[in-house]
């Protein structure tokens, strides 16, 4: 998001991140190669990398800085959005370093801290430090812990040090809380970015520009004119080689919480008083604590749970969730949910929120679908038409990102028939520009101090807080008929029954 700073001056490119080193725990795991090193890259290709800036690896491997550098060196031409120019790389490569170590080991964070004194040397950078913790949560804690203890948290002198958490940021509204102790014990708020990855996306981004920047939209933006929203949240892989993760997480766990209830707090957020960081976290959080949780007797009827049997993935067949690699074979983990979620406020009021996510299912696809109420059927009860087609916006998070719209127009000939019209915006078709990874955004505004596209302690404690009576009752009451949908289809039948009962039913997603 653009700083005041940013607004004031009229630079639309942004400036870039203040001079700083990037330290990477997990530094050889996957979400390394795949996202972080790409769009540090991407970042230093649109000239948003300071001048003064390294990178430091720390991971239990044993690797020298050399070696670091020659293994990235060869993965990056695969998980790079764009032709990796030589140039670039190479002044990229010059500044990675790496430091093998435990992540509980207080000798370790020693090193590590001569390691970044010698960088600090070395590159220019002025003591500045981001952490991100590219680990399983179990250590999310413990690195905190030991970053202070060695006094690496320490902020002094001017310099700065943040951290970057991703999630899940506890697994229920407990060890959430438990969580958010400890690592404020160590760390002051501002210095804590609890990252989430669709929070990066451009639509997703824009849902602030759409919503207040046009005058057409907000002021039918509320309970008079629109019916419901639905958030579709779909996959087409199954768990892959995520078994043993996704056997202690679960769809419930892994999406609702976090990428849904943001996508949420988007969506519904009354106007900021301005763009400032807190301001708009401070809207965010009201709305999620605006949702009602669902009480125990209501999880049954407002909440369906789905696990994938065997199916297929376009022309291929694939296996049951309990056929896949370090999973059960009895297993009571949910692999889709379908929610119906109310926010009690005056603009929202009796406006259902639905939402399901899902591995397995038809089409890979993040959507906003907003459904406005029908016009009234009066001016046409002499006409061949018997219904109309609701008005629908629907916001396009992913694949294609994008804006749609769906109206009604009179289809040419002598009677009157109705056909829906699509208008559609699309970004890379509109603006241009090369793919991304999602995190560029996100990356870039932890070096510059704004935190907006990150969540706060209270709006994660308060999106367990929804989930949680469901995680107590499915606990309580496991399936009984698991598998219950086949995959590539959208779902158990549980879950049209979910909108049905109200009279609605899911978009038909293309």
Known sequence: MATEEQESSGDEHGRPGEPCTVVIFGAAGDLTK???????????????????????????????????????????????????DPDLWRWFSERLYYESGDFKDAEAYKRLAETLKKVDKEQG???????YFATSPVFFGEIVKQLGACGLSNEEGGHWRRVIIEKPFGRDLESARALNKEVKSILDEHQIYRIDHYLGKETVQNMMVFRFGNGIFEPIWNRRYIDHVQITVGETVGVEQ??????????????????????????????????????????????????QPPLPEEVLTRAVRGQYGEGHEGAVQVPGYRKEANVDAHSATETFVAMK?????????????YLRTGKRLPKRVTEIAIQFNRAPLVLFRNTMVEKMT?????????????????????????VVNLGSVD?????????????????????????????TLFQRDDTVEAGWAVVQPLLDVWNALPPRNFPNYGSGSWGPKESEDLLERDGRQWRKIP
Request: charged share 20%.
């Open 34 to 84: 795949r996202l972080l090193i790409p769009a540090l890259y991407n970042l230093l290709d649109a000239k948003l990398l300071p001048a003064q800036f390294a990178i430091v690896g720390f991971a239990s491997a044993q690797m020298s800085s050399e070696e670091f550098r020659s293994k990235l060196g060869k993965e990056i031409p695969e998980f790079a959005t764009t032709k990796v």
């Open 125 to 131: 950078t002025p003591g500045n430090y981001l952490f």
């Open 242 to 291: 995520r078994g043993g993760y996704y056997e202690t997480s679960g769809a419930l766990r892994d999406m609702v919480p976090n990428h849904i209830m943001q996508l949420i707090a988007l969506t519904a957020m009354e106007p900021p008083i301005s763009f400032h960081s807190e301001d708009v976290r401070d809207e965010k959080a009201k709305v999620l604590h605006a949702i």
């Open 341 to 353: 979620l109310t926010i009690d406020n005056w603009r929202w009021a009796g406006v259902p929120f």
């Open 390 to 414: 609701p008005n629908m916006l629907v916001v396009h998070v992913q694949p294609d990102e994008g804006i749609s719209l769906q109206f009604n127009a009179k289809v040419p000939g002598p």
């Open 423 to 451: 208008m559609n915006f699309k970004y890379s078709e509109y603006f241009g520009g090369g793919r991304k990874i999602g995190y560029e955004t996100l990356l870039h505004d932890c070096m510059i101090g704004d935190p």
